[in-house]
């Protein structure tokens, strides 16, 4: 079975912009464990949907995400990028020491 995990690779790259925005394409490949040609193609579809911006720097590209567009998926469009990008910079919970809350009840 294959492997899969909860953050798509949009959300890797977008959220390893957000922490390193004079990446280069070929590191944010390399941290999202994605090919080079599949970062310069998701890199091209979240300036298209103006998640992001890039402006030439010297021979770079420094990136400007949007915060304050909603998430694409209709059952979270009340949510802005700005606020999936704030929970993903949070240092790891040492459980032991502190139990997350969730803000829903779960039966």
């Given at each position: 079975m294959a492997k899969w995990?909860?953050?798509?690779n949009q959300g890797l790259v977008l959220?390893?912009?957000a922490r390193n925005p004079r990446s280069t394409a070929?590191?944010?490949a390399q941290a999202a464990g994605?090919?080079?040609r599949t970062t310069?193609?998701?890199?091209?579809e979240l300036e298209e949907a103006?998640?992001?911006s890039r402006k030439r720097?010297?021979?770079k590209n420094q990136y400007q995400i949007n915060l304050n567009l909603p998430l694409r998926h209709p059952s979270y469009d009340e949510v802005m990028v700005g606020e999936l990008l704030q929970v993903l910079a949070r240092?790891?919970?040492d459980p032991a020491k502190e139990q997350m809350k969730l803000p829903i009840s779960i039966p």
């Amino acid at each position: 079975m294959a492997k899969w995990t909860f953050i798509t690779n949009q959300g890797l790259v977008l959220g390893y912009i957000a922490r390193n925005p004079r990446s280069t394409a070929r590191v944010i490949a390399q941290a999202a464990g994605i090919t080079e040609r599949t970062t310069h193609k998701i890199i091209a579809e979240l300036e298209e949907a103006g998640y992001i911006s890039r402006k030439r720097v010297g021979r770079k590209n420094q990136y400007q995400i949007n915060l304050n567009l909603p998430l694409r998926h209709p059952s979270y469009d009340e949510v802005m990028v700005g606020e999936l990008l704030q929970v993903l910079a949070r240092k790891k919970v040492d459980p032991a020491k502190e139990q997350m809350k969730l803000p829903i009840s779960i039966p």
